[in-house]
């Protein structure tokens, strides 16, 4: 049974602070992984992926991926409040889908 | 969700009766998939599709078949519904094996069985 595991949160942060956002993965195998974000009553959507170990940045957002401890992460700098949502991170299982956490609720606080 | 539409948005029906919900996109996608979303469970894969007739089962597939006759729409019937089956339904859809690409997901289908 492969997994992701997130802590579910919720977490808070203040309105201009660095948000960081954990995820662990069983599955070695997997190379891609993927943060999608999800506001209330609405569909997931898709806003960070990273295939290599190290960061990807990609304006407030950067994914960090470390394969030897099976570990993606998140940041958010300058949090808004537009920011709070739940954050779901996928993992690829090398059988044509994506295995997802099951997400960590985020707070900003303005 | 451009491109990407499901019907209908919610639904109440009764255990025991057959339902299909429907998922159409226009984004010539190869892979199209069907999630469940449960407080606790996150988002679980019911079935897949990797091609017109070309299905598989994900890891909550009982009690749910799928068709594919065409590349733009993918439906998902409950044999005979029951009350475990209330839950959010999205559809998603990718271009590339594994969702490598990741996925673009339907605004979903709440579905609530009595």
């Known amino acids: 049974q492969k997994e992701v595991e997130q802590n579910s949160g919720p977490l808070s942060v203040p309105e201009g602070a660095i948000a960081s956002l954990n995820c662990t993965y069983s599955?070695?195998?997997?190379?891609?992984f993927f943060w999608y974000r999800q506001y209330s009553g609405k569909s997931p959507e898709l806003i960070m992926f990273?295939?290599?170990?190290g960061d990807k940045e990609d304006g407030r957002f950067t994914a960090q991926l470390n394969k030897a401890s099976q570990y993606v992460s998140l940041l958010i700098r300058d949090s808004q409040p537009s920011d709070s949502a739940t954050y779901l991170c996928?993992?690829?299982?090398?059988?044509?889908?994506?295995?997802f956490g099951t997400g960590t609720r985020l707070t900003v606080i303005p | 969700d451009a491109g990407i539409t499901q019907s209908p948005r919610h639904k109440v029906t009764e255990t025991g009766t057959p339902v299909t919900l429907r998922c159409h996109q226009t984004?010539?996608?190869?892979?199209m998939y069907w999630y469940r979303q449960d407080p606790g469970h996150g988002l679980r894969l019911i079935h897949y599709?990797?091609?017109?007739?070309?299905?598989d089962k994900g890891e909550v597939s009982d009690g749910y078949s799928v068709s594919r006759s065409k590349t733009e729409d993918f439906l998902l019937t409950l044999e005979s519904a029951t009350s475990s089956q209330t839950s959010v339904y999205f559809c998603?859809?990718?271009?590339?094996?594994?969702?490598?690409?990741?996925?673009?997901f339907g605004s979903g289908t709440r579905l609530t069985v009595v």
């Open positions: 984004e010539n996608h190869r892979y």
């Open positions: 998603a859809i990718s271009d590339l094996s594994g969702g490598a690409n990741g996925y673009t």
């Open positions: 996928a993992v690829e299982s090398g059988a044509n889908n994506l295995f």
């Open positions: 990273i295939y290599s170990n």
């Open positions: 599955d070695r195998g997997s190379q891609s």
């Open positions: 599709s990797y091609g017109v007739k070309d299905t």
